[in-house]
């Protein structure tokens, strides 16, 4: 089932994360636990027990569910979880899609506007964090941007996913951040392009058809064969799992990389694009 959750910056979720991990710190002294033995309950550490009671990290909700049900609370802190203002209620679906994307065996990723973020350079994801509007401050960028570096390890791995990306050549020709970070941006693409497992291709001008009209989307597949799809809106992001909502974007998917030119041909467009420069 897709789930709707609305974005908020972490300044504005500072109150209500602090008032659930004040909670969480009274029922684990009440129920005689520290926070290394609590942490060892669950197989997440000390460090992330410490992180949510400071308000620091956000209590997802099967966690909060395991943690009623071991300190006997009755299911207040789930209550109280879904209880947390709309305004103040941080993106858990957005926070559950980053944690299968680390441990998912395939990605597949269609963007029409910006580079997909696990192919994005420091200098190119600040110039996309600062361009929202309404502002992000200096050092909400510099987080955004340093989360973002850090997800390109997934790529990287021992065992990396296998990959699969479609840009439309319009967010190649944009030159967002300047003509030095536009340059720099293509030739991390065409270095990425020839990784093992990954896939590049862009989906040029011109065309007189196009399967990505509605938006950009991300299919992921889990360690079990779980297929899953994510999508983002200006108001809102949705993790989905229903099989039939899942199947028409990788229909979606199977038509956009038709359309989109071959692997091959797109390290030469690519090859082009920095011959311009």
Do not use: C
């Not at 966690?63 to 709309?86: F, H, V």
């Not at 941006?185 to 009209?213: F, I, K, W």
């Not at 299919?219 to 809106?233: D, G, I, S, V």
């Amino acid at each position: 089932m897709s789930t709707t959750t609305r974005r908020s910056r972490a300044r504005r979720n500072a109150s209500a994360m602090k008032m659930v991990g004040a909670l969480l710190a009274l029922f684990r002294e009440a129920a005689g636990y520290t926070q290394k033995t609590l942490g060892e309950q669950f197989v997440i550490g000390e460090q992330q027990i410490a992180s949510i009671e400071q308000g620091r990290r956000p209590l997802k909700p099967d966690l909060a569910d395991q943690l009623d049900e071991l300190l006997n609370t009755k299911g207040a802190l789930s209550i109280a979880l879904s209880k947390m203002p709309e305004v103040d209620l941080i993106p858990l679906w957005a926070e559950e899609y980053l944690d299968r994307e680390r441990e998912a065996i395939a990605i597949s990723w269609y963007e029409g506007l910006v580079v997909p973020g696990l192919l994005q350079t420091e200098a190119y994801a600040r110039a996309v964090f600062r361009s929202r509007v309404p502002v992000y401050d200096e050092d909400e960028i510099e987080q955004l941007v340093a989360a973002r570096i850090e997800r390109r390890e997934i790529l990287h791995g021992k065992v990396p996913p296998t990959t699969s990306f479609v840009v439309w050549e319009a967010a190649l020709r944009d030159r967002l951040g300047g003509n030095t970070v536009h340059l720099e941006q293509l030739r991390h693409l065409r270095e990425y392009a020839d990784l093992p497992g990954l896939t590049l291709q862009v989906l040029p001008l011109g065309r007189t058809s196009h399967a990505g009209l509605d938006g950009p989307f991300i299919l992921l597949e889990t360690p079990e064969h779980q297929r899953l799809a994510y999508t983002e809106t200006h108001r809102g992001s949705q993790l989905i799992a229903d099989p039939d909502e899942v199947g028409i974007l990788t229909q979606k998917y199977a038509m956009l990389r038709t359309q989109a030119l071959n692997a091959e041909d797109t390290r030469d467009l690519l090859n082009r694009l920095l011959g311009e420069q």
